[in-house]
């Protein structure tokens, strides 16, 4: 595929090809998770966690998500840029919303916006729609709503909320989304979904029989260390790594060693 956009993700479900989607939040790590083969690149409201050192993600503004999003477009020849509409920004109405999404795609130049949740949003979600912009829902675990439910444990895992789900991602298929991102719920309950609607189902702790995965770039390339749950699979060890490094480059400094006759002029 050249540049890939929402009709791609499509197909590509229907090919039974697995879609690949990682978070990046600025310039140079975008030009990386892009050039790797990354389909899709989310431009998440985790940058409240992962850049601004913030506990939630209810903190980070509609400013900041433009600010990360424009940063993150610059670099991307190929995968498709999905941007979260951060807490505050679309759930009052729907003509907040549709504003909201309106100064993503103009101001940063994004190509999709995510939102979290089902019913409650439907009308602020056909409206953004309706502007022509694409969208991708959000069920399951939705940190925007932490506050609500206390904890970050696995959702649905009863019968009421695993319904309730199953009738939001059917929802929001009929209304016109072009995928759904499903967090940390019963694999069973993902496999469920991914089996009752045709657009694609990205799950993160959903396990393995949805259409995609995501994860959050720095608990992948293992950057951060704290956060330690079972769905997270890290591909490198960047915080013991940057450390050493790190350490290093300071002794270097103190005993003299940098820089050398070659590094200077
Ligand atoms: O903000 C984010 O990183 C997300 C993913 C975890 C899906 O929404
Ligand atoms: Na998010």
């Known amino acids: 595929y050249k540049r890939i956009t929402v009709k791609t993700l499509v197909d590509m479900k229907s090919n039974g090809e697995k879609i690949s989607m990682l978070t990046a939040y600025d310039y140079t790590m975008a030009k990386i ?40 477009v610059r670099a991307v020849n190929r995968s498709l840029v999905v941007v979260d509409l951060p807490f505050g920004s679309y759930q009052s109405d729907p003509k907040e919303a549709l504003r909201s999404a309106i100064r993503i795609m103009k101001e940063s130049g994004g190509h999709a916006v995510k939102l979290e949740g089902g019913k409650e949003i439907k009308d602020s979600i056909k409206r953004i729609l309706n502007a022509g912009i694409p969208v991708m829902g959000h069920l399951g675990l939705t940190p925007q709503s932490i506050y609500k439910f206390g904890t970050y444990t ?34 069973a309950l993902a496999k469920k979904v991914a089996e009752s609607i045709s657009i694609p189902v990205i799950g993160i702790g959903a396990g393995p029989d949805v259409d995609g995965q995501v994860l959050v770039l ?39 060693d940098f820089p050398n006759d070659s590094e200077k002029y």
């Open 154 to 187: 696995v959702r649905a895992k009863e019968e009421a909320e695993a319904e309730k789900l199953i009738e939001d991602a059917k929802m929001l298929e009929r209304i016109g989304c072009f995928g759904v991102v499903l967090e940390k719920i019963p694999s």
């Open 33 to 72: 998770v892009d050039g790797a083969g990354t389909d899709v690149i989310l431009v998440g409201d985790s940058a409240s966690n992962v850049m601004a050192g913030h506990e939630t993600t209810l903190p980070i503004t509609l400013d900041q998500m433009i600010y990360h999003a424009s940063s993150v």
């Open 218 to 256: 720095h608990d992948m390339i293992g950057m951060t260390h704290e956060f330690n749950p079972r769905f997270l699979r890290r591909y490198l060890n960047l915080f013991d790594d940057m450390t050493d490094a790190i350490a290093q480059y300071v002794d270097d400094v103190k005993t003299q």
